[in-house]
């Protein structure tokens, strides 16, 4: 039962590096999304995909990029880190067909910039 | 467009006292209403939820909920919180009839103390 599974955990990047967050599922979940949590501020949503090949922006998508090749998969790309990206960005996955409408969570991953 | 407001930002309750959570949503149409918690460096993980029916929903540990559509409420409450359910709980609505986002409030921080 490995649910929703983010790697890495931690990351530490440089101002201006990029790097790519996993996440995979293993529930055949139709719907997928990317947050971002800060102090205080709740779960932003970055970018969400309602399935393979498609996806659309949330509330917070300008810096990130993703992709939803296949229905287990979706990668959370960011291009040219800033500071201000530092958070805990967790990846979520939910069925929306035949019932049970609630998210299932991966375990997050702390990135930071410097 | 879908919202969640979280009034309390932190809520100290002493050990074996009763305990409110407040969740107001706004919403245009019909919704499903989530509260998910998180327990420190974890993800989140789903409390309880109402999709129809009975508006009292309750969780295995005790917690309740009840869906108020005329207020736009749907408030957490527990008779009697043990220190295991310090943690942050988030309230969350998704919009029914093919709703695709999941909207979370900014989370309430619950400290129980002896």
């Known amino acids: 039962n490995a649910g929703v599974t983010q790697t890495p955990k931690f990351r530490i990047l440089k101002i201006g590096q990029s790097m790519t967050l996993q996440c995979t599922q293993d529930?055949?979940?139709?719907?997928m999304y990317w947050y971002r949590q800060d102090p205080g501020m709740g779960l932003k949503l970055i970018y969400y995909s309602v399935g393979a090949g498609i996806t659309d922006k949330g509330e917070v998508p300008n810096g990130y990029n993703v992709s939803r090749s296949t229905t287990e998969d979706f990668p959370l790309r960011l291009e040219l880190a800033a500071p201000s990206q530092t958070s805990v960005y967790f990846c979520?996955?939910?069925?929306?067909?035949?019932?049970?409408?609630?998210?299932?969570f991966g375990q997050g991953t702390r990135l930071t910039v410097v | 467009a879908q919202s969640v407001t979280q009034l309390d930002s932190q809520v100290p309750v002493f050990e074996e006292a009763p305990v409110e959570l407040r969740c107001n949503y706004s919403?245009?149409?019909?919704?499903?209403l989530f509260w998910y918690v998180q327990y420190p460096n974890q993800g989140l993980q789903l409390l309880l939820k109402y999709l129809s029916g009975s508006t009292l929903v309750e969780s295995i540990n005790g917690f309740e909920a009840e869906f108020n559509k005329s207020q736009t409420s749907f408030h957490l409450r527990k008779p009697s919180v043990h220190i295991s359910d310090t943690a942050e709980y988030f309230c969350a609505v998704s919009e029914t009839g093919g709703g695709n986002k999941l909207t979370f409030g900014t989370g309430t921080q619950l400290k129980v103390e002896l």
């Open positions: 919403s245009s149409v019909s919704v499903y």
């Open positions: 979520a996955s939910r069925q929306l067909r035949g019932g049970g409408t609630e998210a299932f």
């Open positions: 529930m055949n979940h139709n719907y």
